[in-house]
């Protein structure tokens, strides 16, 4: 049970009764004069000011967000393995592509600072999506096969739409354009922001 909040079950007022109910005892058995109330109460109070507050359980500090640099380092970790796997070339032209729109908004991410969510779109972008993706097109067997080239360009291209536009946001400095796309982001993925970010700056 939380008692921080509860003076009545606090352990002030815990070791304040206590005294209390010792001086009673003590006057029951020796007796105090007709002032033990005062006594008692006397003895309550110094037990609720001497004894001192339960110390306070730091919180542990926020995750810290990775940076511009960081981020690219996943990024070319993710697309490397795509690179190595010698994919169609449908495929490796979308992944060139879309990496080149990424790495546009990382060299603009301080502009980013005021619009933490869409920090979270690009961090999930690049740590959820393009992962995903490349995983799906390197478990098919023929990585040459149309379906598997067209479906994959068209996930890629997606990703790469979004990124293009908080790009566009960021360089015309359009923060309600940023929370436009927010909004659709939120539509079409379901699942943004991830916790931990104040979307209320």
Do not use: C
């Not at 509860?6 to 004069?33: E, P």
């Not at 033990?36 to 359980?57: C, E, F, I, S």
């Not at 990703?159 to 982001?185: G, S």
Request: hydrophobic share 45%; glycine share 6%.
């Amino acid at each position: 049970m939380d008692t921080s909040d509860n003076f009545f079950l606090s352990r002030k007022n815990l070791v304040g009764m206590l005294i209390a109910t010792a001086i009673l005892v003590v006057h029951l058995v020796a007796g105090l004069g007709f002032l033990w109330p005062v006594v008692a109460l006397a003895g309550w109070g110094a037990g609720v000011a001497l004894t001192p507050a339960p110390r306070q359980q730091a919180l542990p500090p926020a995750p810290e967000r990775p940076d511009a640099d960081e981020l690219l380092r996943r990024l070319d970790r993710s697309t490397s393995r795509l690179y190595e796997s010698g994919p169609a070339s449908g495929v490796l032209d979308a992944t060139a592509s879309l990496r080149g729109a990424l790495v546009q908004v990382l060299l603009e991410w301080e502009h980013l600072e005021d619009v933490p969510e869409q920090r979270v779109v690009i961090e999930t972008i690049i740590d959820d999506y393009v992962p995903a993706t490349i995983d799906a097109y390197l478990q098919v067997t023929d990585r040459q096969h149309p379906a598997a080239v067209t479906q994959t360009v068209d996930a890629l291209g997606i990703l790469e739409e979004e990124t293009l536009r908080i790009h566009k946001a960021v360089v015309n400095d359009t923060l309600r354009e940023l929370e436009d796309q927010t909004r659709a982001l939120r539509l079409q993925f379901g699942r943004l922001p991830a916790p931990g970010y104040d979307t209320e700056s």
